[in-house]
Structures are given as structure tokens and as C-alpha cells.
């Protein structure tokens, strides 16, 4: 029986090292599973870091925009109140003073703008030039017609040439 028994015996060592052998391939294959999904984790983590950081860099972007936005709004409003003729390069001129400095008060920068550059704004009632200007303007625009006008500036702006540009702006400074 001795044999018989250790027959039994080597069978049962046999089942158990193969269990043995069953039990360390199982975890050791989790461990691949769990190192590969670990792995994969720590990518989207980096992923989503850098997609937060680029977000967080356009929403500063688009802050500075809105800021940027408004202040010209303000500086329109402000030079429309003060009733600028052409409001296009008054805006310009403002803006080229008030440069990137966010301390300068936009109404002191139009009083100087308006001090110095009067031509911009409307002129007082009692001088003659402004009575003339007035008064003609309409016949100018019947004359010119504001149609050709519009033309011009589809034209100029089709075909970038700036002969068009120049008889464009030759058009506009006659209508205003």
C-alpha cells in the first residue's frame, strides 16, 4: 500500500503544485492587467493636465480679450458723446495713447484728444465752417451718390488693389 499511497500522494503533491502553479500565474497576470490600466491612467491624468493648462491659458486669453474689448466700448461711447466726426480715426489715436498703460483715464484722453486734435469733434456753432459743412453735405452725397460709394469700398475691398483703395477713399472724403 505503500506504493499505492505514495502514488496517491505524488498525485496529490502534483495537484497541488499545479493549484500552486495556477495561484502565482493568476496573480501575477492581475498585476500585468492592473500595471497596464495603472499606466493608462497615469497618460490621461497627463493628458488632462495639459488640456487643463491649455484651457486655463485661453481663458486668460479671452480675458484679456474681453477686458480689451470693453475698455475700446467705453473709449466709442465717450468719443460719440463727444460727438467725433470720424470716430474710426479717433478710436485709433486714443488707442495709440493710451497705449498698453490700464491706468490712463479714458475721459482725460479724450479732453486731450479734443484740445489738440479738434478737428476730430464737431466745432461750436458760431464758426462758419461747420454751418457750410453741414449744409452742403447732403447735396455732396446727391451728387456723389452714396451707392457709388458702397461700390467703391466692395470694390476696393474685392480686389485689395490700391488704386481702387485710393479712389475709394478719393469717394469718401467727398460724400463726408
Known sequence: MDA??????LSEDKESQE???NVRMAPVAESIRYHKRAQSAERRA???ESELAESKAEAERLTRELT?????????????AESARDLEAAVL???ARMGRDDKLDIGGVVEQLKKEKGYLFGQAAGSGGANT??????AKEQRSGAGS?????????????RSDLQEYMRKRRSVF
Not at 459743412?133 to 447732403?138: F, H, I, Q, V
Open 4 to 9: 499505492i499511497e505514495s502514488q496517491g500522494g
Open 19 to 21: 493549484e500552486a502553479g
Open 46 to 48: 497627463e493628458e488632462l
Open 68 to 80: 480689451a474689448t470693453q475698455k475700446e466700448q467705453e473709449l466709442i461711447k465717450k468719443l460719440a
Open 93 to 95: 489715436i486714443a488707442k
Open 133 to 138: 459743412a453741414l449744409r452742403t453735405s447732403p
Open 149 to 161: 460709394l458702397e461700390r467703391a469700398a466692395k470694390k476696393a475691398a474685392g480686389t485689395g488693389s
